[in-house]
Each structure stands twice: as C-alpha cells, then as structure tokens.
C-alpha cells in the first residue's frame, strides 16, 4: 500500500520540478534552509563551546550564501518578496549576533595584548580573567583608548596657539608625521634652514586641522595632506596628495604630484609654490621648471591648477569654490623673502600682508 | 534550485569584492600596486574604477570607490551581490580612527552586505610611526563585530607587502562558502 503512494508523489514533484512556479520553488528552499538555520542558532545555547566557533562560522556563510542566492532571484522575484526574504535573512543574523552575545564572556580577551599593560603575571591566558566584572575591564580600558592622542615619538604635533610665531621641527627617523591643528593668527615655518642636519629625511604625512587667520610655509611632505577646517589662512605647501575639506578664504601655494581635491570649500584660491620655500628648505628636487603651471613635465609633474571639486562635477563650467590666483593677487617672491627674515616681527603685521581677506 | 544556481556561479569563477574606506587610505593604491601599475601618480578618486585581476583562477572584480564625504553616501550603490568587504584603514591617521570605526560600522548593519566577509587593511604600514594592529582592533572596535567572519592584515600598498595574502584570504574564504553546499 504504502509504495505506490510514494511513487505517486515522485512523478508528483517531478511534474512541479518543471511546472512550478520559480518564485514557489525559491519560496520553498529559502524557507526551508532559514528554518534550518533558526534552528542551529537556537541550539548554539546548548552545543559545547569548543565546537561553537565552527558552527557560528557556518552559519555566517549559510547567510552569506543565501543573501547571495537572493541576489540572484531578483531577476524572477517581486519586489515586495525580495523585500520579505531579506528581512528574513536580517533577522537571522540579528538572532545570530543576539545569541552569540548572550554566551561567552568573549571580550575577555579583548584588550589584554596591548603592549603596554604587558606584565608577565596578569598576561597569561588562563581562566582567573574571565572572572573580573566587565566594568572593571571596561575601567582599566579607558586610560588606554584615548586614541586622538598621538604618540609623541612619531608625530610632530603643534596645536592650541594664537598670535604666536612657530617653527616646525625637523623630521627624523622616527617623527614622520607633521600634525598641526587648532591655530589662530599664528606664522608657522620651516625648522632652520640647515639641510645637512637633516639629510634626506621629509616629513611623510600632514594633517592640518581647524586654523583660522594664519600663515603655514609647511616643509615638504613626502606623501598625503590631508587639511580640514581652514580658514582665512595662506599655506604653502609641497606633497604628493593634497585633500582639502570644510574650508574657505584660503590661498594655497602649491607643489602636488596628483590632482589636488577641494571638498565643501569656497573662496579657494591656488597658485604655484614661490621659489621661497625652496630657500627655506622645503626643497623638493631643487628644480623650478614648472613653475609656470605646465603640469606636463614627466620628471615630476606639479598639478597644483588640476583641482578637482567634489561639490562641482560638471565639466562645461569650472567650479565657483576654487580660482587660479591671478598674478597681480600672488605675493611676489621678494615679498616673501623679506618676511621671512623678520620672523621675529609681531605675527600680525606679517599676517596682514599675506592673508586672503586681506587682498580679496 | 538554489544548489544549481550556486553551482553556475561557481563555475563563473567571478568574485565580486568592494574597496571601501575612508578618503586618503589608500584604496587606490593598492588596486594599482596589485595590478603592477604606477602607484606614484595615484590622484584622489573621483567616483569610482573596476578593476579584474585574475588570482589562483578566480577573477577578482574588485570596485575601488572614493571615500571623501560626498562619495560615501553613494557606496551603497555598489553593495549588491557583493562577495568580500576590504576595509583600508590608514594606519597613519589616527585622527579620524573614530570616524573610521562609524563608517565601517554603519556598512556592517547593511543587509546587502551581510552574506560579504570582512578584510580589514592595515595600510601605510611602511611608514614610521603607524598604529599597531592592537591599536587599530580596538580604535575600531572589531572585537565587536559579530555579522561578519572578518580578519585583519597590515599591508602597505607602496611596498606590496602583504596585499597578495589578502587577496588569498579573500579567496579562499569564497571558496569555503560556495562549496558549503
């Protein structure tokens, strides 16, 4: 008796193998293996610890590998139901990462690693961790993860000035990174000019933040700079990458080997680096040839013009945010020379020469 | 029928992987160093670039997108379908750590991208004075992240190191899911 019905029910299939629907056939397996899954997280609470990880990460890929199929039925599938699969599936991983909370203590081991509470006891990863309350561990964690503070030994930083006179300092083999940020009304230039002190050594890094009404002659970056928050501020520069962000009234000398980018700035205005900051050390290759804007040299190409605007992308008309410092606006050479060389002046006669709002 | 569709993507060979992070972390640069090309003349990326690089059979679609400000709210345009996540952090930049850590996390919670692995890119790591891979776990709190399998690598895109391996990760990871069934 019981035979024939099961042969029944393979011709059954067999038939809806080609005449079903898809969405139905979907519908079926997707069911099917969610309930699978809900079912292997909700044993997770009940497995054995040492064979959790496996099936945590399987479970991960199941996921994986289903919203990858849904993907794929979006061709058949009706929006509404790609819309209720998916949430489906979000919800499977919220059960997951739910459950995965609520066993093992697992940050236990979280934040032991870190080099400078290395003390050969308190390190080894036995089992008497797992008994200090979370909040002690969090406790102990919060002098570490102050982690906007730099480490003196790499960064170069100046910060929090006003109507001071600064110098950089040299770079050395271990101070690569140049930060400075939270200026006002300052004059910021090169260490001095003793090359030989510091041999080929360039600063590889800059991050400018937050400087209003000040002059920055920066020595030359080897790699990125990445400036926020400018305002009312001439800066000469030098680097490989130039990245400009939140800023406006802003004059930039500049030397750049790629395309500088502008984002949500106004009153950008650019101009070649003056042979000034060559003299005060902020060499780079000695050579001036492109000086006049030709960004065609292939030694090493300056496209210090070549700005592109992520608030501007049309290409038929050129970006309101950022001009080319007409040669009447630029500070002249000599001028920069002869301020250069009286560093020690108040900060604000200087300034009053040099800054933008100044000329605009 | 779900088990033939998989088997057809298998054989496509194709994985589809998204390069995302923060501007100025150097996504670019290590697209361009992979494919052998000059990574001196690396612009800010104004949009995005596919690129398809061949490894171990497997062809690595691989979609560089810009992270400035504007460009980030257009990443989610690039989710679908997407096989691995690589995350590059500059690890010179300890600046915007905690912006870095909101921006991963927010993409963590989308659900197109939940079926994608996470690499976490440890880049400039060539450079003196970079955060140490310590650092960087608990500046972006991976030890959180329970969504995703995800793994961290330090790599620097000027010298190569370890990209390859990062790459291989990746691969090995997509393999291990599709032949799952």
Known sequence: MDEPVAEEEVVEEGVAEKEEDPRQLFHKSFTAETKGLTDTITSLATSRASERQASIDNILSKIGVLTHDLGDASTYLPAYDQRVYSEQLKSLSDQLSNARKALAPRQKFSFKNRGSSRTSGTDSPTPPLPAVPAEQLQASLQPLSSKSQPDPKTTSTITSHENTNLQTSPPNQTTTILSLSNLKSCILTPHNNDKSATGDTNYTTLSVTSISSSLLIIPPIQGPAHLTSLQNTTILLSCHQFRLHSSHNVDVYLKCRSRPIIENCKGIRVSFLPDISNKSAATEGGGNSNVEGKADGKEESDMWNQIDDFNWLKVDKPSPNWRCLRDDERILDDVWDTLLTTTTANPTDILDKVLPSNSV | ?181
């Open chain 2, 1 to 181: 029928m779900l088990s033939i569709l998989r088997k057809a993507r298998l054989k496509d060979k194709e994985m589809r992987v998204l390069m995302l992070g923060l501007d100025n972390a150097g996504k670019t640069t290590i697209v361009k160093q992979v494919m052998k090309e000059d990574v001196n003349t690396v612009s800010p990326t104004l949009g995005f670039i596919i690129k398809t690089i061949e490894y171990q059979g497997y062809k690595l679609n691989i979609w560089d997108v810009g992270g400035q400000k504007t460009l980030r709210s257009y990443w989610r345009n690039y989710f679908e379908k997407t096989d691995a996540l690589i995350w590059v952090v500059d690890a010179t930049d300890r600046f915007r750590l905690d912006d870095c850590k909101e921006e991963l996390h927010g993409l963590l919670l989308e659900e197109r991208l939940m079926g994608a692995s996470l690499l976490v890119f440890v880049n400039k790591t060539d450079v003196k004075g970079c955060m140490s891979t310590d650092e960087i776990k608990e500046g972006l709190k991976l030890d959180e992240i329970v969504t995703h399998k995800w793994t961290i690598l330090r790599c620097s895109a000027m010298t190569g190191e370890n990209l390859d391996e990062g790459l291989e990760w990746v691969v090995t990871d997509a393999k291990e899911r599709l032949f799952l069934y």
